[in-house]
């Protein structure tokens, strides 16, 4: 449960704030604890959901996880077909990084939704902002009304983060892992091992 609650509401709020209904062409951009979670709820609402990554190796998880898409990022031809297709888009990225690759592709008053990243944001160009009438926002978790209105939705649909489970020993390698970001896509410590550790 605490893994769905961690990545599950901070994923699930801007879903909703946003409206996002069946239909709705939602990106995700990264494919982290965060992101893995984004596509599920993104997916479960019935939208049409797209991952942008950097690195073509994600492409296979994505799909698998109920992507529609996947746009790589480093692409330049296919991010420039893919200008103004968009209503919402969830970065997920968790360090200081630019949007500006990213905001050409929502369409007319859409949103670039920020959970991952906090903190100083690297400069941007308003230039596509002010053309689309393009937003950039940020989003904090849902309190505890909308936490359990996710669990709720999450149950209905079936929807789990995928994690993998851990001993309490094993941490440190796990802290490893996580530094060169091989995990998927959340670790949980098995609290059990507390005892035999």
């Known amino acids: 449960m605490a893994p769905l609650l961690c990545a599950g509401i901070t994923t699930y709020s801007p ?3 946003w409206n996002v209904v069946p239909g709705s062409r939602v990106a995700v ?3 982290g604890g965060l992101g893995h979670m984004a596509v599920k709820l993104a997916h479960g609402m019935g939208a049409k959901v797209t991952v942008l990554s950097r690195s073509a190796d994600k492409k296979e998880d ?3 996880l109920g992507a529609d898409h996947f746009l790589l990022s480093t692409d330049k031809e296919a991010m420039n077909n893919a200008q103004s297709s968009f209503d919402l888009i969830i ?3 968790p360090v200081k ?6 905001v050409s592709l929502l ?6 939704v920020l959970v991952g990243q906090v903190g100083p944001m690297a400069e941007h160009n308003s230039v596509p902002m002010l053309l689309g009438r393009r937003r950039i926002a940020g989003s904090p978790i849902g309190g505890i009304a909308q936490t359990q209105e996710m669990l709720d939705f999450c149950a209905e649909k ?3 983060p995928d994690c993998e489970m851990i001993r309490m020993d094993e941490i440190n390698h796990a802290f490893e892992r996580m530094e060169k970001a091989d995990v998927r896509y959340r670790f949980v410590i098995d609290m059990a091992s507390l005892t035999t550790a």
């Open 15 to 17: 879903l909703r704030t």
């Open 158 to 160: 079936n929807i789990l």
């Open 97 to 102: 990084h630019s949007v500006d690759p990213y």
């Open 62 to 64: 994505a799909l698998a």
């Open 91 to 93: 970065d997920t990225i």
């Open 107 to 112: 369409d007319i008053d859409s949103t670039l």
């Open 29 to 31: 951009i990264g494919l």
